[in-house]
């Protein structure tokens, strides 16, 4: 087994050559675009109620982190995405494997799950501050009713779509219907639930902040809305650019995920 | 007692008739090859003789007892790739050890082996994507060979490889035969394959599929790839091409004509 390393070497050294490559061109798109729009905000938009420059907002979101405000919004938007997302993907992988694993299941969820599916419920937030108040909670059911949905589809679909060769192959060799859901039909619909992931942590994050501008005390649509109604651009934007990051962190763990989960999936064509 | 029996066993699936009668008997340690046209039910009888189909009448038996399920005694090889793609070689080959619980030290041991003698010792942590087709191949094989069946059941597993690895794994699958002397049933297409490989050719008529004839080979062992140019060879292969070739010929005008 240890003497497979070699054949491993190649196909990760040359990734690490385009990764270089790829991240050196990234890095000064950003450094480029970051100049652009601190020229702006000196030279062309002089107004600081229309614009804050990148060195502005840095500035602000040190201080921000100084006096602590910083810390206590992002728990405060963290906990409701996490216990919104967590339930979320529970619920989802659980109606998705009834759907996809009973008739009945099929018939009681389905109508309600493409119906949802396409409906913006990010619209229906207001709502849902008003019947659970303005704590965690309306928060974290807002995530819910937004992110469950690419769970449950993708998990039904995952399912479903396990190859029939496969099934056979298990059969064969004597699985149980049980064996077969664990070491055949998940493993396969992995993939799926992964994708559905992706989205689903999309949908939680616009539902935490679309949410938060709707009604809260903290949290960093919160943060958001105070800003853009006292016309504080550093700080709007600081709470912009801290979404953005947050975004771009959750991809690539999700990404570390599917690496970790589905290493199958990555080898010998790392160089993408 | 035959290693094993199929008795009268017919299916059909709705008011397709695809098996009738089927009667064979196959010795342990012996090497039938069963030919016959495209659609005449050769996937159907291996399915159900792996117990995941089951006859309308008949039975199987296998060292005298009858089978309803899958079993251990039973390894099969599949006409299409059915590794499991997020398995490693060596998770796959141990699927069979593990589904029934009976991985240990010298069940694995004996899987590490295995795959030496298929040639993929080093290849334990390669998932497929990484392997050729040939390569593949011999994982299936080896899979299937892991839980020591008495039986090994192959439905066209060279139907994929190119006419080079095809005839190198004849070779390969004749050496691996010779060491352990399973009972092998092997289905396929190519006539040159079934005389080269086979004890006995046994030829299924179009469908319902019924034995037109069984051929004995009477060729020396251990075979080598000279034998195919030796005239009692060819010999054999026009025999059998001879009993399946009308039919070969309706079965494809038959399907060109259910396709207008
Ligand atoms: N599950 C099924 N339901 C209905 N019809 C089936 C089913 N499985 C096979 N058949 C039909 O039974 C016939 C025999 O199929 P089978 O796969 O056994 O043929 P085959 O001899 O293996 O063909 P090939 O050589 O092309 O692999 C075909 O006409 C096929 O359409
Ligand atoms: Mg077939």
Redesign the interface.
């Given at each position: 087994?240890a003497?497979?390393q070699g054949?491993d070497d190649i196909p990760r050294r040359k990734s690490s050559f385009l990764a270089k490559r790829s991240s050196s061109a990234s890095a000064l798109s950003i450094i480029g675009g970051l100049a652009i729009w601190e020229f702006c905000g000196r030279f062309l938009v002089k107004n600081s109620l229309f614009l804050a420059t990148p060195s502005q907002v840095v500035e602000e979101i040190i201080e921000l982190a100084r006096t602590g405000e910083l810390g206590i919004h992002v728990w405060a938007s963290a906990q409701e995405f996490v216990i919104g997302l967590s339930i979320a993907i529970v619920l989802g992988i659980a109606i998705g494997f009834v759907m996809a694993s009973s008739r009945i299941g099929e018939q009681v969820f389905g109508p309600w799950v493409t119906a949802l599916y396409a409906t913006p419920t990010v619209a229906i937030s207001p709502l849902i501050i008003l019947w659970a108040g303005i704590g965690v909670w309306s928060k974290a059911i807002v995530v819910i009713i937004n992110s469950i949905f690419p769970m449950i589809i993708n998990t039904d679909a995952g399912l479903r779509a396990t190859?029939k060769?496969?099934i056979?192959?298990?059969?064969?060799?004597?699985?149980s219907r049980l064996?077969i859901f664990w070491?055949?039909s998940l493993?396969?619909a992995?993939p799926f639930v992964l994708a559905g992931l992706k989205l689903a942590v999309g949908r939680g994050l616009v539902a935490v902040v679309v949410a938060e501008l709707f009604g809260s005390r903290a949290g960093l649509g919160y943060l958001l809305v105070q800003a853009a109604e006292v016309f504080n651009m550093p700080r709007l934007f600081a709470a912009v650019v801290i979404l953005a990051v947050t975004g771009i962190v959750l991809t690539a763990l999700v990404g570390r995920l599917e690496r970790f989960l589905?290493?199958?999936r990555f080898?010998?064509q790392e160089s993408k | 007692m035959a290693k094993l029996e199929i008795v009268n066993v017919s299916k059909s699936f709705g008011s397709l008739e695809v098996l009738r009668d089927i009667n064979l008997r196959i010795e342990d340690h012996e090497f039938v090859a069963i030919v016959g046209p495209s659609g005449c039910g050769k996937t159907t009888l291996l399915?159900t003789i792996?117990?995941?189909e089951t006859p309308d009448r008949g039975t199987i038996l296998v060292d005298g007892r009858a089978i309803d399920?899958?079993?251990?005694d039973?390894g099969?090889v599949?006409q299409?790739d059915?590794l499991?793609?997020?398995?490693?070689v060596?998770q796959n080959t141990i699927?069979?050890l593990?589904?029934?619980g009976r991985i240990d030290e010298e069940t694995k041991k004996r899987t590490r082996e295995l795959l030496r003698l298929v040639g993929l010792a080093?290849?334990?942590?390669?998932?497929?994507?990484?392997l050729s087709g040939g390569m593949r191949q011999r994982v299936n094989i080896a899979r299937a060979l892991a839980?020591n069946p008495e039986v090994l059941i192959m439905d066209e597993p060279f139907s994929a490889l190119d006419a080079q690895t095809r005839e190198v794994m004849q070779l390969e699958l004749l050496r691996i035969w010779l060491q352990g002397r399973k009972t092998v049933l092997f289905i396929t297409h190519q006539i040159d394959e079934a005389v080269f490989l086979a004890d006995r050719v046994v030829v299924l008529g179009r469908r319902p599929g019924r034995i037109k004839e069984i051929v004995p080979i009477d060729l020396p062992r251990p075979r080598e790839f000279g034998i195919k140019r030796d005239l009692q060879f060819i010999a054999y292969v026009d025999r059998v091409w001879s009993l399946i070739e009308n039919d070969v010929h309706d079965s494809v005008r038959e399907d060109a004509v259910a396709l207008n």
């Open positions: 087994m003497d497979k054949g190859d060769h496969l056979d192959a298990a059969r064969c060799f004597g699985a064996q070491k055949v493993p396969s992995i589905l290493p199958w080898v010998g | 399915r792996a117990g995941i399920k899958p079993g251990a039973r099969f599949f299409q059915s499991f793609p997020w398995r490693t060596w699927f069979g593990e589904i029934s080093g290849f334990e942590n390669y998932y497929p994507t990484q839980i």
